[in-house]
């Protein structure tokens, strides 16, 4: 069955180091992979996506990621985390008939400290 | 620019009492329809999708009913409230022909059932 798995529930990060949120999917065939991001009490807004190609996809906000298929994984990066990247990221894969059934991870909340 | 509307953004209902959210998008024709629900400190659970007018596929079975009555409007409702419907309820649209080009969110609405 489908499923993805964010393995850290949340993370702190000193503001202006490095980022990385892990992401693990499990998908039978070739995965459409999302990484989204929560503010507290709005809805997602989606950073970036993977179909095919380059493995390193960018997105808004400065993030990317990278799909590693041998480890089923896509984690999600930035150089350089601001104050306002703290929220919660969740990841995503397209799944069923024309993509209608998204599943997501269960979130990893990221905290920024000065 | 193609919007989503969400409405109310918060909501206490009693025990029993019916429900009715409302979704709207514009400025696209044809979008596929989502209802999420989001419990606390959990990932998203797909409720409902519709891919046109009338079409509605339900994927929990649950005290909860999606109608899509027009083109561009979602709508959620249930009968009789339940205290395990309080949630975070979260409506999106993606393209015509499938969720694979990721998904839109509207910003939201806190049900709490008392």
């Known amino acids: 069955a489908q499923s993805v798995t964010q393995p850290d529930i949340h993370i702190t990060v000193s503001e202006g180091a490095s980022l990385e949120l892990r992401c693990n999917y499990s998908y039978g065939a070739t995965p459409y992979l999302f990484w989204y991001v929560q503010s507290p009490g709005q809805g997602l807004q989606l950073l970036l996506k993977y179909f095919s190609g380059d493995t390193l996809v960018q997105g808004i906000k400065g993030f990317e990621a990278e799909f590693k298929r041998s480890q089923s994984s896509f984690n999600l990066r930035k150089p350089s985390v601001h104050w306002s990247d703290a929220a919660e990221y969740f990841c995503a894969v397209g799944a069923g008939t024309g993509g209608f059934k998204t599943i997501f991870g269960a979130g990893t909340r990221l905290f920024v400290k000065a | 620019s193609q919007t989503i509307h969400q409405w109310p953004a918060t909501l206490v209902q009693p025990v029993g009492s019916p429900l009715s959210l409302e979704c709207t998008v514009e400025g696209t024709s044809n979008p596929n329809l989502y209802?999420?629900?989001q419990a606390a400190g959990r990932g998203l659970q797909l409720l409902?999708?519709?891919?046109?007018?009338?079409?509605?596929?339900?994927?929990?079975?649950?005290?909860?009913?999606?109608?899509?009555?027009?083109?561009?409007?979602?709508?959620?409702?249930?009968?009789?409230?339940?205290?395990?419907?309080?949630g975070f309820y979260l409506c999106a649209w993606s393209p015509t022909g499938g969720g694979f080009y990721g998904y839109t969110f509207g910003s939201g609405t806190r049900l709490t059932v008392v």
């Open chain 2, 48 to 86: 409902f999708y519709s891919v046109g007018i009338g079409q509605i596929s339900s994927e929990v079975p649950q005290n909860l009913s999606a109608s899509r009555p027009q083109d561009r409007q979602f709508i959620l409702s249930s009968k009789k409230l339940l205290l395990s419907d309080s």
């Open chain 2, 35 to 37: 209802w999420y629900r």
